[in-house]
Each structure stands twice: as structure tokens, then as C-alpha cells.
């Protein structure tokens, strides 16, 4: 039996060397910054790692229905929580398991739906 722990430690290496890897290359290929290489790499990969950890959702009521949307961090355009205030009316539009959400900027912001409640 494998230990899952030890698994995912040496996956975690094994992210962490690709991308100290790829920051060499792009950087040149200049010798001697293996430490700082490898730093960013550890950093940028715990970064991503942590931020797959949590889920982003909005909270949309529609004729009595709650919607909650998920959407994704790296395709929302910069869209940050709280720019809909509580109680706020916003254009909304749904496409099957997908709702749109009409921000302040007039950009959209995908969601897909994953609850719906009432």
C-alpha cells in the first residue's frame, strides 16, 4: 500500500522541479540561480495549490430562486468578490447549466450553476 502522504509530497517535488525548470529556460539559462529558481518555483506552485483549494461562488436571487454560481478565479476578468452588494439588482442571464451575471464594469462573469434553492 502507498502512502498518500509521501505521494503527494513527491508530486509536489516533481511540480516544483518542472517549473524551476521552466524559470531557467526562460530565464536565460544563467548558472548559479538554482536556490532562486527553485524558491520561486516553490512559491508559485504552493500559490496555485492553495488557491485550487478553494471553491468561488456568487449568490444570485431570481424571482424567489437562489442560484449559486462557482466560477473560475483564472477566466472571471478580474472580478473580485463584493462588487455585488447584498440586495443589489443585477442583469442576469442563464444558458442551461450556466448564469451569467452582468458586473458593475458591464462585463460578464461565467458562472456554472451549482445549487439552486426555492
Do not use: C
Amino acid at each position: 500500500m502507498t502512502n498518500p502522504t509521501r505521494s503527494s509530497t513527491s508530486s509536489l517535488q516533481a511540480a516544483i522541479r518542472r517549473r524551476a525548470e521552466e524559470i531557467y529556460v526562460r530565464s536565460g539559462r544563467i548558472a548559479g540561480r538554482d536556490l532562486k529558481n527553485w524558491e520561486q518555483a516553490e512559491r508559485e506552485i504552493r500559490q496555485e495549490t492553495t488557491e485550487e483549494q478553494f471553491r468561488r461562488a456568487v449568490v444570485v436571487r431570481v424571482h424567489g430562486v437562489q442560484y449559486i454560481g462557482e466560477y473560475e478565479q483564472a477566466s472571471a476578468q478580474g472580478y473580485a468578490p463584493g462588487e455585488f452588494g447584498e440586495g443589489m439588482t443585477i442583469p442576469v442571464r442563464f444558458a442551461g447549466e450556466k448564469m451569467f451575471v452582468t458586473r458593475p464594469n458591464g462585463m460578464e462573469l461565467e458562472t456554472t450553476i451549482v445549487k439552486k434553492v426555492g
